[in-house]
């Protein structure tokens, strides 16, 4: 339970994040840095998941 909670507002943070940036780089002409900033926060995003998977595991 409270990892679906973590991923929800996680997930939202994201999407909204990536959104803001996205757009402000786009504007300006810059269409590489976003695509790596989705790269990133997608490594990011696995490798939180296993730790709370780990750590739910233990419990």
Do not use: H, Q, T, W
Not at 6 to 13: D, E, M, N, T
Not at 21 to 29: F, H, N, Y
Not at 44 to 53: A, C, E, G, R, S
């Amino acid at each position: 339970m409270i990892f679906r909670r973590i991923f929800i507002y996680g997930r939202k943070i994201n999407i909204v994040g990536y959104n803001v940036v996205s757009g402000m780089l786009r504007g300006l002409g810059n269409s590489k840095v976003p695509l790596y900033f989705v790269a990133v926060e997608c490594i990011i995003n696995n490798v939180y998941d296993i730790f709370l998977f780990r750590k739910m595991e233990e419990k």
